[in-house]
């Protein structure tokens, strides 16, 4: 048996969302003399204290341990066995079209594999266990004569969409609902932007028609994924009894994950000596989200 909501919301607040980023300790990272200086602001953050006093260089290996944590405590205490498929899912289809890829001499496994995720060996695209969309879209790959690295993606994406659609609306919490038809319609929209408008991903509340004339008003592409990031990030947030009270446990995670993203990017920068206004560069809207 799961644990309900509000012990999953009480424990989040008591054990982890204390230990979660800040702009302070953002700042802490950039402006720490050394790699060594930046990765001790991660021990205030509940971050492995034996890869942090040995090897701050492995950012990767910071980052993943951490995501992997995160993800467990995730599966622990998540009460919604629909939302719970829809955040792994888009691990396990992750790990999939980048094995896919892989098999092909498109790419590099490295670190980017989630172990704790499924597909992290070697496995049969016509295997019977395979999700439905996710079979279809093999076969699908399978029928394009030289196909790339990002024709692999987008289809893998519309797969995982295509799975996670029928979950979607049978979460609980209607704020968490909106969280996924948010995504889905910005993601839309930045692909219209960008000429790569085939097929819409299923689940979004616009039409094709209303997401054609909202990518036509957007001017400045860095500046919608900004905004859309932090209205996501405003969602997640909300509690669907309480507008007034978190849902700390599902924002969390998605706070986790940009947070991450930010960790992996500060390392990085003082791993190869970037200046500290270069990584705040790199950090783009992220910052601003803390």
């Not at 012990?7 to 050394?34: G, L, P």
């Not at 969280?179 to 094709?208: S, T, W």
């Not at 969390?252 to 960790?263: A, C, G, P, T």
């Amino acid at each position: 048996m799961r644990p309900c909501q509000l012990y999953a919301n009480a424990f989040i607040s008591v054990r982890s969302y204390k230990q979660m980023f800040t702009q302070a300790r953002i700042r802490a990272m950039i402006n720490a003399e050394t790699i060594q200086d930046a990765a001790k602001v991660l021990l205030e953050c509940g971050y492995s204290p034996q890869l942090i006093s040995t090897s701050p260089e492995k950012d990767d290996e910071i980052v993943a341990t951490e995501r992997a944590a995160t993800v467990e405590k995730f599966t622990e205490l998540c009460s919604d066995a629909n939302l719970l498929y829809c955040v792994i899912a888009k691990f396990n289809y992750h790990n999939a079209g980048l094995r896919y890829k892989n098999s092909l001499g498109l790419s590099e496994l490295d670190e980017t594999l989630y172990p704790f995720a499924d597909y992290v060996e070697e496995f049969s695209t016509d295997a019977l266990s395979l999700p439905k969309p996710l079979k279809e879209a093999f076969m699908q790959l399978k029928n394009i004569s030289d196909v790339t690295a990002t024709q692999i993606d987008s289809i893998i994406t519309h797969a995982l969409y295509t799975d996670i659609a029928s979950h979607v609306k049978k979460i609980k919490n209607k704020a968490i609902r909106n969280y996924f038809a948010y995504e889905v319609d910005f993601l839309n929209i930045r692909a219209v932007i960008k000429g790569m408008d085939a097929n819409l991903l299923p689940g979004g509340k616009l039409n094709k028609q209303q997401v054609t004339a909202k990518a036509a008003e957007i001017k400045d592409l860095n500046e919608f994924e900004d905004e859309s990031w932090a209205e996501l990030s405003k969602l997640s947030a909300i509690d669907n009894n309480d507008i007034f009270k978190l849902n700390l446990l599902f924002y969390w995670f998605m706070r986790k994950q940009e947070e991450l993203r930010v960790v992996k990017t500060i390392l990085m920068g003082k791993k190869f000596g970037f200046t500290n206004d270069q990584i705040r560069e790199s950090l783009g809207g992220l910052y601003g989200r803390f």
